[in-house]
């Protein structure tokens, strides 16, 4: 008997930019300016389109490393993972970020690099050669962080967060600004002694300090007799807002700033089963605006966060990195203005 061997299917290869350029009828070059979407080179839309269809047909996708090794740089932005929970605002707009950043020709990639900080953390961004970092907090990344990133050729470093970081370019939001909406609005509504929620989950108090020394700075600046402010720790949990709303009557408060929406439902639905009316015994007050907040009875009253557009920072970025050389900017991102709804 003969044994014929076992066929193995033959390997396909890996189609390359002059396959493209041979099935278009235009040169590598060609293919080169119109895949790469460089706007020096006039091509017609007509052999735009073959390029695009011959890259379609054959599978071909352009090889980033090689074109990073050819530009000096490469397109990628990175964005390494923050270990402070993202509610739904931030998300929208960190997704809206990554969108206008892909329609500009950047690669966006997300980087989990939980329990690093410092030049720790810095270090292992820059080994995937950046062209753009967005820290998304200051409390990740130092001044010798950024030394090592642009050192690593990143072309420009951002972070978004309440402080400044010397090198970097910040986005600042400042959270202070929530909680002085918060405060006007309470003490507008005739209540003097305000509670604030300060969460007690871990890395929220990041975002929470800020807000607490907004809202006492504000009832200090208005000079109110009697106006005091309480802290008052919470975990986002129905037993921990359980406990807070049996010792209310005995704190003797008239409103609450709760730090958020999500907290803010939580702590209003555990006041109302202990008996205690919302807002006739305890005005409250969140931030965020989220959806759920109008469906409650009482609807919710919020402080807006308003937040610039994904697409304008984008254009920031974009002009950064063609103009690494210029001094840092400092851009206030975060405003706030308080929604007045029937918990209030």
């Given at each position: 008997?003969?044994?014929?061997?076992?066929?193995q299917?033959?390997?396909?290869?890996?189609?390359?930019?002059?396959?493209?350029?041979?099935?278009?009828?235009?040169?590598r070059?060609?293919?080169?300016?119109v895949?790469?979407n460089a706007?020096?080179?006039?091509i017609s839309?007509?052999t735009?389109?073959?390029?695009?269809?011959a890259?379609?047909?054959?599978?071909?996708v352009?090889?980033?490393?090689?074109?990073?090794?050819r530009?000096g740089?490469?397109?990628?932005?990175?964005?390494?993972?923050?270990?402070?929970?993202?509610g739904p605002?931030?998300?929208?707009?960190?997704?809206?970020?990554?969108?206008a950043?892909?329609?500009?020709?950047?690669?966006?990639?997300?980087?989990?690099?939980?329990?690093?900080?410092?030049?720790d953390a810095a270090?292992a961004?820059?080994?995937?050669?950046p062209?753009?970092?967005?820290?998304?907090?200051?409390?990740?990344?130092?001044p010798?962080?950024?030394t090592?990133?642009?050192r690593?050729?990143?072309?420009?470093?951002?972070?978004?967060?309440?402080?400044?970081?010397?090198g970097?370019?910040a986005l600042?939001?400042?959270?202070?600004?929530?909680?002085?909406a918060?405060?006007?609005?309470?003490?507008?509504?005739?209540?003097r002694?305000?509670?604030?929620?300060?969460?007690?989950?871990?890395?929220?108090d990041l975002?929470?300090?800020p807000?607490?020394?907004?809202?006492r700075?504000a009832?200090?600046?208005?000079?109110?007799?009697?106006?005091?402010?309480t802290?008052?720790?919470?975990?986002?949990?129905?037993?921990?807002?359980?406990?807070l709303?049996a010792?209310?009557?005995?704190?003797?408060?008239?409103?609450?700033?709760?730090?958020?929406?999500?907290?803010?439902?939580?702590?209003?639905r555990?006041?109302?089963?202990?008996?205690?009316?919302?807002?006739?015994?305890?005005?409250?007050?969140?931030?965020?605006?989220?959806?759920?907040?109008?469906?409650?009875?009482?609807?919710?009253?919020?402080?807006?966060?308003?937040?610039?557009?994904?697409?304008?920072?984008?254009?920031?970025?974009?002009?950064?990195?063609?103009?690494?050389?210029?001094?840092p900017e400092?851009?206030?991102?975060?405003?706030?203005?308080v929604v007045?709804?029937?918990s209030?």
């Amino acid at each position: 008997m003969v044994q014929i061997p076992n066929q193995q299917p033959a390997k396909r290869s890996v189609p390359t930019s002059a396959d493209v350029a041979r099935l278009a009828g235009v040169s590598r070059a060609t293919v080169s300016y119109v895949l790469n979407n460089a706007g020096t080179v006039r091509i017609s839309e007509p052999t735009r389109r073959r390029v695009h269809e011959a890259a379609r047909e054959l599978g071909y996708v352009p090889h980033a490393a090689a074109r990073s090794l050819r530009a000096g740089h490469s397109r990628m932005v990175l964005m390494p993972t923050s270990e402070i929970p993202m509610g739904p605002l931030f998300s929208r707009f960190f997704n809206e970020l990554q969108w206008a950043l892909s329609r500009l020709d950047y690669t966006v990639v997300q980087y989990a690099s939980l329990g690093m900080t410092g030049e720790d953390a810095a270090r292992a961004w820059a080994e995937l050669r950046p062209v753009a970092v967005l820290a998304p907090d200051t409390s990740a990344l130092g001044p010798h962080g950024v030394t090592v990133l642009k050192r690593s050729g990143a072309k420009a470093v951002f972070t978004l967060g309440p402080q400044r970081v010397k090198g970097a370019h910040a986005l600042l939001m400042d959270g202070r600004r929530v909680g002085e909406a918060a405060a006007r609005h309470l003490l507008a509504r005739g209540r003097r002694r305000i509670g604030a929620v300060v969460p007690e989950e871990p890395g929220l108090d990041l975002f929470s300090r800020p807000r607490v020394e907004g809202l006492r700075a504000a009832v200090a600046d208005a000079h109110i007799a009697g106006a005091s402010v309480t802290e008052l720790p919470l975990a986002y949990e129905e037993g921990s807002a359980a406990g807070l709303a049996a010792r209310w009557r005995s704190l003797g408060l008239e409103g609450v700033f709760a730090y958020n929406d999500e907290y803010a439902m939580l702590l209003m639905r555990a006041l109302q089963d202990e008996g205690i009316a919302v807002p006739e015994e305890a005005a409250v007050i969140g931030s965020d605006d989220l959806m759920l907040g109008r469906l409650l009875r009482p609807r919710l009253s919020t402080v807006r966060i308003e937040l610039p557009s994904g697409r304008g920072l984008a254009e920031l970025v974009d002009r950064v990195v063609r103009d690494p050389g210029a001094e840092p900017e400092v851009h206030d991102m975060l405003g706030a203005a308080v929604v007045h709804r029937e918990s209030s």
